[in-house]
């Protein structure tokens, strides 16, 4: 099948186009830790652009690697994004933390994948069109490098004066003269902001100038089309090792939302997204599995109660967190009783997600180990991989059963919580716990990884 009769396919022009529009998003600056638009929806548009390129290449399968990491490193700065939104969540060292570790992992990331991807892209268009343009590849790495360093810095920038107060919360600037780091804030934010544009524009510029000849040369996207029809859509065994990898890549990353961090008088879980998370890994496992739609169906109900969860907890905490004796104070109930049942009907679905989810890795399994046994010695050593790898999946599960359980105790004993340190401590437990559901889920799909090698 050539790719003119695959027209279920994107056209590898497309690709070129996701990740230009990708980038350009990535390119917007921060004030202070807001992103206008977050770097999330950049990567995740990268990355769609990388999906088809990487799978014909090794260099932009590396690219596509370093990049799914930087991915999960935006996603985190969007939860922090979020929650500095409330100006109790953080104080600004703690929100210069944040920036710098963010900025420090873009460049860890991001950099190197840039170089990955312009490699391959070089590889491929000679290889196809007998053209390159090294002389383009090495300008777009530089400027790369300088404009996400630069980014870090600018985006830290707006804080910095408060690194430079005294005993008395004040920035001496003479003698006798004194400033409030506060009223420097807005000038820095606003210097920031605008430097940034323009590193921005001078970076989109360079990714234009570089991807746009490919997107728009006819001979290179007609051959990324066919080498990939005839390399990868027609092998069998290639399509389902590509959509169990696609599942575990997303599915694995995804159970460290199920980590619980006490922050203040706050107990902060993104559970509720492990639901979105499950949505797409079994979208992008396809026909392997046959239960997506009980999984889209019940993920969705988590995501929409646990997200309620979350805002009733913050509600709950304004009112009555650290406060002794809470449930005696006067609208105790009105606050605490929508929150844990919230939390309780989230634990509830998300369990349902967990069951759900154990019978797609069944499925996964059934798919993987033993479909072509020609011998009797092979289809007997194929039972004993599916028992091992079932005892697994039971593992996973029971992880799963405990931590649902263990939420829901975290959440009935928070008004508890200043009048004990062992109830202070309960979402210590719930993110060991967690920890038990992601040592188990990564151990499952490392051997199922291995199964769909073969």
Known sequence: MTARSAPHEKKSGNCFLQI??????????????????????????????????????????????????AMWVSLGKLAVMLL???????????????????????????????????????????????NSNEAGSDELNVITAVFFVAKGLLTMAPMMPFLFVDETGMIKVGEKKFISPESLVPTVTAVAAA?????????????????????????????????????????????????????????????????????DIYYVSFAALFGLAAIVASALAKDLIKNRKKITFLSALATFTGIGAF???????????????????????????????????????????????????????????????????????SEAIKEEINKKIKAVYIWGIIYCAVSVLCAAVKPFDSESDLFALAWVLRSAVAIGYIVSTASLSAKLKEEAEK
Not at 110 to 121: N, R, S, V
Request: charged residues 20%; neutral net charge; contains cysteine.
């Open 84 to 130: 500095s939104l409330r100006a109790n969540f953080f104080d600004s060292y703690m929100l210069l933390v944040f920036t710098l570790v963010g900025g420090l992992l873009d460049c860890v990331f991001f950099i190197p994948a840039m170089k990955e991807l312009t490699a391959d892209t070089e590889y491929t268009r000679l290889d196809i069109t007998g």
């Open 20 to 69: 230009i529009i990708g980038m350009v998003l990535l390119a917007n600056p921060c004030i202070n830790v807001i992103d206008i638009f977050p770097d999330f929806i950049g990567m995740t548009l990268i990355l769609r652009g990388l999906k088809k390129i990487s799978e014909i290449d090794t260099h932009a399968g590396r690219a596509r690697e370093i990049m799914t990491k």
């Open 195 to 263: 430097l940034a544009l323009i590193a921005g524009v001078v970076w989109v510029v360079s990714v234009f100038r570089y991807f746009m000849p490919m997107k728009r040369d006819g001979e290179l996207c007609r051959g990324i089309d066919e080498k990939y029809s005839k390399l990868i859509l027609s092998d069998k065994y290639i399509m389902r090792k590509k959509h169990v990898f696609a599942f575990f890549s997303v599915l694995v990353p995804a159970t460290f939302m199920l980590i619980c961090l006490s922050i």
């Open 311 to 381: 805002i009733l907890m913050i509600n709950y905490a304004d009112k009555y967190g650290g406060m002794i004796f809470a449930y005696s104070e006067k609208g105790f109930a009105a606050a605490y009783v929508p929150f844990i049942a919230a939390e309780t009907v989230t634990m509830i679905f998300l369990l349902l997600v967990f069951g759900q989810l154990k019978n797609a890795q069944r499925d996964i399994c059934e798919a993987c180990v033993g479909r072509d046994d020609d011998s009797p010695r092979r289809a007997e050593i």
